[in-house]
């Protein structure tokens, strides 16, 4: 019989995808990155020398069943983090928090794990990062200087856990950041994806047989991965994203993976001098001042998971100087723009083809929600005529390539927040049944009817000599 692993074995990992080779190249036939393969050593195989392979230790297999329905959760004492992981921690549990350097994830833990331990747990904080100095500064600007967050500064896995270990149990573990932590274990620099997988797997493990909750902060690299960890993704229970567009100073952490609760949830803060605010009303912040509105300004009456949203869409027809037109979108899919340009020339004769067209998300926000196509469409439509929508109107509904204007889910709720912040009419599928008093729905049933209504008659176009049809 073969041994399996017999020696410790140099592997060669593309650090973009993670592809492991047998041998260097300049370049990854897997995702056809450039200078991407690093040698990497294998982690010592336990067995080594001894010819035997390991004799397995059997297990009990037990039920599905159990007693407590809910996992018991570990509030942090900062709601907007807290409803993101589904009301708080799970004991045992890891979580990945990912984000652009400089975004405010290190700020984000530290207000978390303040607001724990003043709720009296026991919180530790390692920075790989910041020195203690450093993060003690910090904490003393936002006002946390009193919280009893045990810190320390180590980027050791071994000496981490030996940490951890000793003493009184923790209840949550923040380590910032990830990238930063490297296992003696394997030859490999810090911040490769050995190291950061290796790590983050002892880490986590550790977690699940202590009961802590352990809060892995990863820097997201340009191509909007985290940095290595793909590879961490899969090893932890949540992976929340702290985004925000540089130059506004709204966050929003939103969770992309969570085995304990919702997706697709948001929290909203504010960068401000002494720390991050947390925003529990915000549609009112995105949606600003609308005293005087201008063509080309749609309201979206969205949803980010449970929690309405509204805001701003604002879209530029232009003439276009010479060369091909310029698209430019923000905080939007581009490829979404293309597709609406497109259904809104082929089915309500709106010929944008030769025209510079810009759009974008008033407040720095994403919006991932096909419902957004009306708003999107309407404020096209709007820019393209001259013509101004009236302001106290909210859109929502999605377009399918034939130009239909498809219903979306939650009507009410959307068009709940809307009534709340003082809209008195709503553009929305036709087939909504939603009973909002104080609001007057006018329905579409395709992109020929939102034409008609946004830009008062077909004829404002035509006259203008665009219509192609
Ligand atoms: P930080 O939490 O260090 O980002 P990350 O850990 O994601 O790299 O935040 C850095 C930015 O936040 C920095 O540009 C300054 C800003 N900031 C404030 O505006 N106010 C504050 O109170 C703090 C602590 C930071
Ligand atoms: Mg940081």
Redesign the pocket.
Known sequence: MVPLMARAQANFVCQSCGTVSSKWSGKCEACGGWNTIVEEGARLPAGAGSRKPARGRAFALEDLKTEDDAPPRRIMGLPEFDRVCGGGLVPGSALLVG????????????QALAAYARLGGHAVYISG??AMAQVRL?AA??GLGDAPVALGSATGVEDILATLEQGKPPGIVAI??IQTIWTSALEAAPGTIAQVRTASFDLVRYAKASGAAIIL?G?VTKDGQIAGPKAVEHLVDAVLY?EGERGHHFRVLRAVKNRFGPTDEIGVFE??????AEVPNPSALFLGDRSSVSPGAAVFAGLEGTRPLLVEVQALVAAAGYGTPRRAVVGWDSGRLAMILAVLEARAGLGVSGNDVYLNIAGGLKVGEPAADVAAAAALISSFAGRSLPRDCVYFGEISLAGDVRAAPQAELRLKEAVKLGFTRAIVPAGTNADVKGLVLESVKDVGELAVLVAGEAQTMSQRGRVRS
Not at 99 to 110: A, E, F, M, N, R
Not at 271 to 276: A, C, H, R
């Open positions: 984000g652009d350097p400089g975004v405010g994830k290190s700020t984000l833990i530290l990062e910041e910090r600007r936002m910032d950041s902060v820097h702290f960068m401000t001098g002494l720390g991050l």
